[in-house]
């Protein structure tokens, strides 16, 4: 079975700029997470999504969001980047979401601001 | 979610097996115990998880105390590719726990040829 996909790999973006980063989850997994993973701030969750609806969300501000598809795909935007927006975005795909549901990572998209 | 205390760092020698203790003293009845572990340059991986009683699969065990407040994950002979940042999660019940994981430092583990 394929695991989850995080596209593309590699980006390198221009402050004030905006950026749109894919996640494909494992098949039949329902729940996709987004965290971004820093060196100062380690990993820090930012939100899920479930049947295309967000259902939880972390402490970032409006400037970050997602969506979900019919087919459980999940995009991530983020809008008028900053420096401190360099990070590897990380998409987790699960079963349900729920605490008896463990996450399956993809390899992160590495996002550089300039 | 609770808060969970990790050792900084521990050292193994390859074949021989890992305990990696996890202190957790205020979790609640509802909570599960996660295990994670990131590989340098990767996403973090999903190594086990259980509630209550002991539990086993293909890459670990996982040994949860009596009144639930410590578990231990049981690398049974270590290898070169479990050198990685091993991660204990509660993950609660409820709305706020959906999709989420919070990570604390971890444990980096070093498995020594």
């Known amino acids: 079975k394929a695991g989850v996909t995080q596209t593309p790999r590699y980006l390198i973006k221009t402050r004030g700029q905006q950026v749109t980063l894919s996640c494909s989850p494992i098949s039949g997994h329902r729940s996709v997470s987004w965290y971004q993973q820093t060196p100062g701030q380690g990993l820090q969750f930012l939100f899920e999504?479930?049947?295309?609806?967000?259902?939880n969300k972390g402490n970032f501000p409006g400037r970050f969001s997602g969506r979900q598809f019919s087919n459980s795909r999940s995009e991530m935007n983020v809008s008028t980047l900053e420096l401190g927006d360099s990070a590897l975005y990380l998409c987790?795909?699960?079963?349900?979401?729920?605490?008896?549901?463990?996450?399956?990572f993809g390899n992160g998209t590495r996002l550089t601001v300039t | 979610d609770a808060k969970t205390t990790q050792p900084n760092s521990m050292e193994s020698n390859e074949e021989e097996p890992v305990h990696l203790p996890c202190n957790h003293s205020?979790?609640?009845?509802?909570?599960?115990i996660h295990w994670y572990r990131q590989l340098p340059s990767q996403g973090p991986e999903y190594v086990i998880h259980g509630l209550t009683s002991n539990v086993n699969n293909r890459m670990a065990s996982l040994a949860i105390a009596e009144d639930r407040k410590s578990s231990t994950l049981i690398l049974h002979r270590a290898t070169l590719r479990d050198a990685a940042v091993y991660y204990c999660i509660l993950r609660g019940a409820g709305g706020t726990s959906y999709g989420k994981l919070t990570f604390g430092q971890g444990t980096i583990l070093t498995v020594h040829p």
């Open positions: 987790a795909s699960s079963w349900t979401g729920g605490n008896n549901s463990p996450l399956h």
């Open positions: 205020t979790i609640s009845g509802t909570d599960y």
């Open positions: 999504y479930f049947s295309e609806t967000q259902r």
